[in-house]
């Protein structure tokens, strides 16, 4: 069974620019959870999307957006580049979690992007 | 909210040492806890958990038990290996609100030595 897939894996951008990350779930999967790692900053959660639905966001501004899709797959955009953007974004997808809370996150492999 | 504090690292340790990482939670409600690893250049993988109160996790030799009464949840192994080097997350999920959002420690990196 395929795990959690994240497109592309190395970006290079410019400040000011506009970025398209994607991940693909496990199939199964409803909810689809999205976090910035960036250096020495552990995870920060950004976004939460659940049967196409925005369910919850974290502490970011309004730049860091996303969607799903009727097949679960999701895309984290983010306008207006700047240099602080520069992380490892991290994909993870579960099951429902209002199912039971033994519905534990499984992670893609993240996609690393540099702002320059 | 919910939250959760790890040991500082990097955690240096000779091959077959000893290991513990501290963990402890801030939650409201009855959380589900999680140890992940996250191997160089990799995503995340589980790598324990536990559902609820004195529940031990376990895998690869690894063990974590979920102690409600310090609120806490150590990830230990007896002998640790230099495949063993990676960063380490301890995280908590809970229907608080009906949030649902994991959260995560800061991460502990390892670094075994041979």
């Known amino acids: 069974e395929a795990g959690v897939t994240q497109s592309p894996t190395h970006l290079i951008k410019t400040r000011g620019q506009q970025v398209t990350l994607r991940c693909s779930p496990i199939?199964?999967?409803?909810?689809v959870y999205w976090y910035q790692q960036a250096l020495g900053l552990g995870l920060q959660f950004l976004l939460w999307?659940?049967?196409?639905?925005?369910?919850n966001r974290g502490n970011f501004p309004p730049r860091f957006s996303g969607r799903q899709f009727p097949n679960y797959s999701s895309e984290l955009n983010v306008n207006a580049l700047e240099l602080e953007d520069s992380a490892l974004y991290l994909c993870?997808?579960?099951?429902?979690?209002?199912?039971?809370?033994?519905?534990?996150?499984?992670f893609g492999q993240g996609t690393r992007l540099t702002v320059v | 909210g919910d939250s959760v504090t790890q040991m500082e690292g990097p955690v240096t340790l000779s091959e077959e040492a000893f290991l513990t990482i501290n963990c402890t939670y801030t939650?409201?409600?009855?959380?589900?806890l999680f140890w992940y690893v996250q191997y160089p250049g990799e995503g995340l993988q589980l790598l324990l958990k536990?559902?609820?109160?004195?529940d031990k996790g376990s895998n690869k030799g690894f063990e974590a038990t979920y102690r409600k009464e310090t609120t806490s949840f150590h990830l230990e192994k007896g002998s640790v290996q230099v495949s063993d080097s990676a960063v380490y997350f301890c995280?908590?999920?809970?229907?608080?609100?009906?949030?649902?959002?994991?959260?995560f420690g800061r991460g502990t990196s390892l670094i075994v030595h041979p």
């Open positions: 993870a997808s579960s099951l429902y979690p209002g199912q039971g809370l033994n519905t534990e996150a499984f």
């Open positions: 536990a559902t609820k109160a004195d």
């Open positions: 999307y659940d049967e196409g639905e925005e369910r």
């Open positions: 199939s199964g999967h409803t909810s």
């Open positions: 939650a409201t409600g009855y959380p589900s």
């Open positions: 995280a908590l999920t809970t229907s608080s609100g009906g949030s649902y959002i994991p959260t």
